[in-house]
DNA sequence: CGTGGGACCTGAACGC
DNA sequence: TGCGTTCAGGTCCCAC
């Protein structure tokens, strides 16, 4: 589910309740959920380190430890909150960790896609993931929306080229630019795609101050919902009129992904 | 290099 | 009510 606004609120809202506490027990019901660590090991490297500081980077959640860091990828359901008992009346978490201010950390996950994993350091993130959007100027963009023939809505997607952006906020980006998302990378004029890149960075900062999108089953830490779904122009308005032009919404598949877009006002 | 399919998992929504 | 199908904010891996 989430992308860059949602698991940047998400860690915007730990970082009250996280920075300074020490670690305690950890404990999962599902051990794939430590990406092939054994729980024994996990708890080796995590018991008493201190949480330093929090950041997020692309989707990804890094948590500094004393010595290493938690990476934690919540893909598609997942949900990382803190919480008075250990599993609490969640089913679906799958790993906790208690902390020394009588708190646990808990990370909740319907589909088991997401992982949270013990590292030495991040450099394998820096080695999978391109420049954070909101870092750059619409320039930047230029250089960077080139060098393929691929669609760009599958181009937004590969987070070696720009980290962060989902399936929602690449189609709401390319209306917001005008550009239909089959276009080849290569065939957008440079102007277009600084105006991509303009889209992609007002896209992400306002679902950022909304909050994040909350479909199904995105929450932020404090439990309630985002409001970006709210503002959606294109993403799951598939038939309905399009808010510029009134023209039906089209969806398609690209890339193997639901993809929303106005065939009259995207050229 | 790019694409397409499948895998990983489960829940919700919808059609019959 | 129950069953089958389809879809879902992501990423990785393999065959062609």
Redesign the pocket.
Known sequence: ???LP?VETVVRGLIPDLVGARCGKPWVDWE?VLDGMSLSDFAGLVENQTIQRLHRR??YICIHLSKGFLVV?L???GRLYLSDQRQGDD??VHFSLALDNGRFLAFSD????GRVQWVTDLDFLEA?LGPEPLELGPADFVPLLQ?????IK?FL?D?KRIAGV???YADEALFLARINPTRPVDSLSDPERQRLGKAVVKVLSAAIDYE???????RKPDGNQGESQKHFQVYGRTNNPCLVCGSPVT?NVL????THFCGKCQC
């Open positions: 589910m989430p992308e949602e794939k692309g989707k990828h893909r598609m359901t089913p679906w319907a589909r088991k896609f999978k060098g393929s023939s691929r669609a599958v997607l987070q989902g399936n929602i994040g999108a909350s479909i199904q089953w995105y969806r890339g193997q992904r639901g």
